[in-house]
C-alpha cells in the first residue's frame, strides 16, 4: 500500500534527520571515529533480538555484498560525522539529498534501472537546489562581512 510506503519513508527520514542532529551535537566534543563506533555497536545490540527472529543465512555472493555494503557504510558515516563536526546538520542538510540521485544513477549503471522523466528532473532540482543552497551561504557570509 502506497500510504504506509510513505509513512515508513517519512519516519526514516525524520529519524534520520534526528540522528544527523544527534550527530552534530557529538561530533562536538567526539571524534568522527568514535561516533561511528558506537552507532555500529548500538545498531547491532538493536538489531540483534529482531534478526533472531527473521534470520536467513545469507548465501557466499550474499555474504560479499553485505562486506561490501559495511565497509561503504562505514566510510560514508566517518564522513558525515566528520562533516557535521565542520558543520550545522542545516547547512549541510540541502547536500545529503545528493544520496537520492547517486542512487538513481547507481542503479542505472549498475543494475540497467530505467530512469523516467520524472528522476531526471529530481536530479536536476536536488543539484540546482545544492547549487541554490550554495550561492546562498556565500552571500549570506558576504552580507555579514560587510555589515
Do not use: C
Amino acid at each position: 500500500n502506497l500510504n504506509i510506503a510513505v509513512l515508513v519513508a517519512v519516519s526514516g527520514a525524520m529519524l534520520g534527520a534526528l540522528a544527523k542532529v544527534i550527530i552534530r551535537r557529538m561530533s562536538s566534543t567526539e571524534p568522527a571515529q568514535r561516533v561511528v563506533f558506537y552507532f555500529a555497536f548500538f545498531s547491532t545490540i538493536l538489531a540483534f533480538f529482531p534478526a533472531l527472529f527473521h534470520w536467513q543465512t545469507p548465501t557466499l555472493q550474499e555474504t560479499g555484498w553485505l562486506v561490501l555494503m559495511a565497509a561503504v557504510s562505514t566510510i560514508a558515516q566517518l564522513l558525515i560525522s566528520r562533516g557535521y563536526a565542520l558543520a550545522p546538520a542545516g547547512q549541510l542538510g540541502p547536500y545529503t539529498y545528493t544520496s537520492v540521485a547517486f542512487a538513481t544513477l547507481f542503479g542505472w549503471l549498475i543494475w540497467d534501472e530505467v530512469l523516467a522523466l520524472n528522476s531526471w528532473l529530481g536530479i536536476i532540482l536536488i543539484i540546482g537546489a545544492g547549487l541554490l543552497s550554495l550561492s546562498g551561504g556565500r552571500l549570506a557570509k558576504k552580507k555579514a562581512t560587510e555589515a
